[in-house]
C-alpha cells in the first residue's frame, strides 16, 4: 500500500515531533522561499535538498542524533523520547515525496543542460539538442555571460535563440 501524507500519523506524542520539524529556522526558510520567481530547475533542487534532508534526518533520528531538531535536543533526556518513532515518520514522509515526484526523475539530465550548459558532456544528452549545445559550448562570449549572469532564465531568454545556435 502506497503511503501519503495524509497517513502521517498526527495523533498522540507526534505532535511533539512535528512540532519541532515544523519550528526549524530551515523548514521556514524552505516554505517562504518556494515559488517566489523560481523556475522548475530551481524547484526542482529545493525539491531534492529537502528530500536528502529527510533521509539524514532519518539517520540520524535512528542513531538518537538531534542535532538538526533544536526542540527535540532540549528535550532528548526526557523519558518520553523515542526518536525511533520519529524515524519511522519520517520514512512515511520520504516515501510520499518519492511517490509525488516521480517523473521529476525523467527531466533531470535535461535540468542538468539547463543549469550548467557549458561544462555538460555533448555525448550524454539527447541527441535533438547534440548539434545546438556543442555550438552554445564554443561561443566564449556567450559563456562569459552565462557565467556571469545574475539570473539564468534571463540569460536564455535574451540570448538563446534559434539563430544563434544553427547548426
Not at 523520547?81 to 520519529?86: L, R, T
Not at 515518520?89 to 515526484?101: M, N, P, Q
Not at 544528452?125 to 539564468?152: A, D, G, R, W
Amino acid at each position: 500500500m502506497e503511503q501519503t501524507l495524509k497517513d502521517f500519523n498526527w495523533s498522540g506524542s507526534y505532535w511533539l515531533f512535528i512540532y519541532c520539524f515544523r519550528n526549524e529556522k530551515r523548514t521556514k526558510e524552505y516554505n517562504t522561499s518556494v515559488g517566489k520567481d523560481n523556475l522548475i530547475i530551481d524547484s526542482f533542487n529545493d525539491i531534492n535538498a529537502f528530500q536528502k534532508k529527510l533521509l539524514l534526518f532519518e539517520f540520524q533520528l535512528k542513531n538518537n542524533n538531534v542535532q538538526h531538531f533544536t526542540l527535540l535536543n532540549e528535550l532528548k533526556n526526557s523519558k518520553h523520547i523515542v526518536n525511533i518513532k520519529y524515524a519511522k515518520e519520517i520514512r512515511i514522509l520520504i516515501a510520499a515525496f518519492e511517490s509525488r515526484f516521480t517523473n521529476l526523475d525523467k527531466y533531470k539530465k535535461i535540468f542538468e543542460i539547463y543549469s550548467s550548459p557549458f561544462h555538460t558532456d555533448v555525448k550524454s544528452v539527447p541527441e535533438y539538442l547534440q548539434m545546438e549545445l556543442i555550438v552554445l559550448q564554443c561561443n566564449n562570449e556567450l559563456k562569459h555571460i552565462f557565467e556571469t549572469s545574475k539570473s539564468k532564465n534571463r540569460f536564455y531568454n535574451i540570448n538563446i535563440t534559434k539563430e544563434k545556435l544553427s547548426n
